[in-house]
């Protein structure tokens, strides 16, 4: 136990200390959550591992938790549009140059957390949430660390490097809201595409 605080010390995600990382995905996530600090020493990882004075971009090929972790960690935002969320459902990210597509991905390896029961039954979601033990899962996440994870040198595809350019924004016939011109009739919501009843 006094190697684990000792530990506890040193490990560093981004700027925070394990301990100080685990209060900003509380106050930023509304708790704790496992899944938002294992990613934080993903991207931690994958930072280390990125060239410096590039501009890159992220990925999340999850909606869950690992979006948070990119957003906390670097200026990859899905405000600025320099991180895409794609639900392959899959926990794992990448971050890459946004000019040539190179980068780095880190997917949680399933054999490798073999050795953590407690990261093994959150993951694969063996026990129900409210019978897990939290403090014992964290302190399975901050030994196993970026040990947990397979990396990957990766090359985005080009079609997804291409900037899509948005056209001047035109009043839609229907509903009377101003929507990017993409030479349609009307608003993708107008269109169908709308989330409302």
């Known amino acids: 136990m006094t190697e684990l605080r000792s530990k506890q010390k040193r490990i560093r995600i981004g700027p925070f200390s394990f301990k100080e990382f685990t209060k900003v995905v509380a106050r930023f996530h509304g708790f704790p959550a496992p899944g938002v600090i294992l990613g934080g020493i993903m991207v931690n990882a994958a930072l280390k591992k990125m060239p410096s004075g590039i501009l890159f971009n992220a990925l999340s090929e999850t909606t869950k938790c690992l ?14 549009g320099w991180l895409q969320v794609r639900n392959l459902g899959r926990f794992a990210l990448a971050l890459y140059d946004k000019e040539t597509g190179q980068g780095i991905r880190l997917s949680l390896e399933p054999s490798r957390i073999e050795d953590f029961p407690e990261i093994k039954n959150w993951y694969y979601k063996l026990i129900p949430k409210e019978e897990a033990d939290t403090k014992r899962l ?6 196993g660390g970026s040990s947990l994870c397979r990396i990957q040198e990766i090359r985005i595809l080009p079609e997804i490097l291409l900037k899509v350019k948005r056209g001047k924004r035109i009043i839609c016939p229907q509903c009377q809201e101003a929507y990017p011109d993409a030479g349609q009739a009307a608003c993708p919501a107008c269109q169908g595409e709308s989330p409302y009843i």
């Open 138 to 143: 964290l302190a399975s996440i901050h030994e």
């Open 67 to 80: 979006p948070d972790s990119i957003q906390l960690l670097t200026p990859c935002t899905v405000g600025n």
